[in-house]
């Protein structure tokens, strides 16, 4: 007797999360089935009213059909980033031109999309609020970018186009977490393992006895482990073959190898583009996001570029005659940039990562960003057991509003794993909404990739993973504070927007104040001495003009790849080498994604020609915390008027309108200069 599908029937779990341990990979593509064939039907409807369109019988229809196929692709794609294996793998093969169809059937249906524009058509005459025009708006946009106003012929190259690149895309993602995994260098002897702090040397013995090569080390391409051991470790050869298998990933010449995948994307996103009369993907792609055009984006990193470029090459000569002094024979390279930085840091601040590391205890920092919320918001962190999870390294809390009531589930998931991608993230399982009248609280999740408990000792996190932290947890926020009727306006929120509520909470986590909060030795529970904040302080500005050229170098990258008008049979090292050559990036820094594993842009539509946005999104990040030292660190007017005005709208108005209204006037450039440490240069 088959179990039942869990997607088939009511959840009664608390707060109605997904019932984890009863869904198995056999639920998904019944459970997938289903779901489409719901949608279509809800879709039928829609098309048999005898009654002519409205707002109500055809817009807010459709927004509301698809709720049981939405709710299994909320698990699946989740656990399909977080907790994978082969045969969700495959699933995922098998469900990806599935879907593509599915949509691409009703964004194309002629009938309905009649009914769409029946109502458009009367958008001026029909009094509808604020949010309500949003959702015309962006269903009318979703339907015209997807293909309804192209003739046949073109529609049937647009479905094709569009279940290729599904395929691709997917493809190109699963391509590079077997890359991660594949790869591993294996130490056998102590004296390789010279200059690695104790907690790194502790980590790779944990990797290898998870490996079953007890008594030796080993070292992976999750960051916890590649960016400690090209830091510190004092064997040139050994962090070069580090290095090499991280930037060579995707371009092995193997199956694994991404270039071909590149390559076809690239063309037919062009292909795509130039359906719809763009000459490029980034202007399609841009048409809808606040930077409207390649020239804003363009003007924009290219503003920033030469200043940083300066920055980083006097960091250059700095590391070179450091390494020069200490009788280096040798050129620096790009494997060298992490060891020798550090040098010159610990030199010019007496400060190094594990000093500061005892004092980031995991549950700590986690405790100061909930801390942040709490003071600013007045919100509320309770941890629950009782809420089933899809792992047993993952915690769960509920959230609660100042008041009392109930504002969504957050779920955390914080260290590596072979069954989970790289990087970190916030994803939900349940978007906010409104469903006749009822508000339908979010379930949200933080996933990273942060150092993990070894030997003993707790998870202590680097500064970097700190502010990664405060990133992701600044993303669940948004999440749990949208008070959109609707999820597709609480989605309409533009990619080079999006980043401001993440990269705002950044700002609090350096600030002596906050750090006093959570910055305690994980042995002693002293706070974080004055003289440590005072090192961080000083040094906040240290190394900016390598991180701002290397991430600048990806976006550049990006846009040049996606204002292709003609990708053709293109050379992918070519491309990206001329894109690299042409704006003087020094051979020393190599671009923070290289196009073989640059998966923001190519295993999904995103970020292509938005990885921008970090940098766009950080001019209003920058800005926006100023209101914050003008006003008082915690000041919970600003606090409200950034939830009142950002937070909570998702993307129901123009996101410039809203910020201009929390702010009171126009972002300035100068806050992210000064930040940065570029101002000057």
């Known amino acids: 007797m088959k179990s039942p599908n869990p997607f088939f029937e009511e959840w009664t779990t608390p707060f109605g999360v997904p019932p984890f341990k009863e869904i198995t990979n056999a639920h998904y593509l019944p459970a997938f089935e289903r779901g489409m064939a719901e949608h279509k039907a809800e879709i039928a409807a829609i098309l048999d009213s005898q009654e002519a369109p409205t707002f109500a019988n055809t817009i807010e229809a459709i927004e509301r059909a698809g709720e049981q196929l939405g709710r299994v692709s909320h698990v699946f794609y989740g656990l399909l980033g977080a907790l994978t294996d082969d045969e969700l793998d495959e699933i995922a093969r098998k469900a990806s031109p599935m879907l593509t169809g599915h949509f691409d059937d009703i964004l194309l249906n002629a009938q309905l999309f009649a009914r769409v524009k029946a109502v458009y058509n009367q958008r001026d005459m029909l009094k509808l609020t604020v949010e309500e025009q949003t959702l015309l708006e962006e269903t009318w946009q979703d339907f015209v970018r997807g293909g309804a106003n192209l003739g046949k012929e073109q529609q049937a190259v647009l479905r094709a186009i569009n279940e290729q690149l599904s395929a691709f895309t997917l493809e190109f993602g699963q391509n590079i977490l077997k890359e991660d995994n594949k790869f591993q260098l294996v130490l056998e002897k102590p004296e390789d393992l010279d200059g690695l702090p104790a907690r790194v040397i502790d980590g790779g013995a944990s990797a290898a006895k998870e490996r079953g090569l007890e008594g030796k080390w080993v070292f992976t391409l999750h960051k916890p482990s590649l960016f400690p051991f090209i830091t510190y470790s004092t064997r040139r050869d050994l962090r070069e073959q580090m290095y090499r298998g991280y930037i060579e990933r995707g371009a092995n010449g193997d199956e694994l190898d991404n270039r071909e995948l590149i390559r076809k994307i690239v063309d037919l996103r062009t292909r795509k583009a130039n359906l719809f009369g763009y000459k490029s993907y980034a202007e399609f792609a841009l048409a809808r996001r606040v930077a409207a055009n390649p020239k804003n984006v363009y003007g924009l990193l290219n503003k920033l570029w030469q200043p940083a470029l300066a920055r980083a090459k006097r960091e250059l000569v700095e590391m070179q005659a450091l390494a020069d002094r200490d009788g280096a024979d040798f050129k620096l390279e790009s494997w060298d940039w992490w060891y ?105 999740n933080n996933v990273g990739n942060f150092s993990a408990p070894t030997k003993g000792k707790p998870a202590l996190l680097s500064y970097e993973e700190v502010t990664t932290l405060f990133h992701e947890f600044g993303h669940a926020l948004h999440v749990l504070f949208n008070d959109t009727k609707y999820v597709r306006t609480a989605d309409a929120v533009r990619v080079d927007f999006v980043e401001l509520p993440s990269q705002i909470m950044e700002n609090w986590a350096s600030e002596p104040e906050v750090l006093k909060m959570y910055a305690r030795h994980y042995e002693t529970g002293e706070p974080i001495p004055d003289k440590l904040i005072a090192k961080l302080q000083q040094s906040a500005t240290f190394n900016q003009g390598f991180a701002t050229v290397e991430y600048l170098a990806a976006s550049l990258l990006d846009m040049d790849w996606h ?119």
């Open 340 to 444: 020798y930085a550090e040098k010159v840091r610990k030199a010019r601040y007496d400060l190094d990562d594990s000093e500061l590391r005892p004092y980031f205890e995991l549950n700590r920092v986690q405790e100061g960003a909930f801390d942040v919320a709490s003071k600013l918001y007045g919100i509320k962190f309770i941890e629950r057991k009782d809420i089933p999870t899809y792992h047993e390294e993952v915690k769960t809390f509920e959230v609660q509003d100042a008041d009392g009531s109930h504002l969504g589930i957050f779920y955390t998931d914080f260290f590596p794993r072979a069954s989970k991608r790289g990087g970190a993230w916030c994803g939900t399982y349940r978007d906010s909404h409104r469903r006749d009248g009822k508000k339908i609280h979010p379930v949200v």
């Open 563 to 681: 204002t292709a008008t003609q990708a053709g049979d293109v050379d992918v090292d070519a491309f990206e080498q001329k894109s690299l050559d042409r704006v003087g990036l020094i051979p020393e820094i190599i671009s923070r994604y290289r196009s073989s594993y640059f998966r923001h842009i190519f295993s999904g539509a995103y970020y292509a020609a938005g990885y921008y946005s970090y940098i766009w999104a950080a001019v209003l990040d920058a800005d926006a915390f100023e209101a914050f030292k003008e006003n008082g660190l915690f000041d919970q007017k600003t606090a409200a008027a950034f939830r009142t005005h950002v937070l909570s709208k998702g993307g129901t108005e123009d996101q410039m309108i809203l910020y201009k209204r929390f702010r009171g006037t126009d972002p300035k450039i100068e806050p992210l200069l000064k930040r940065r440490g570029l101002l000057g240069n």
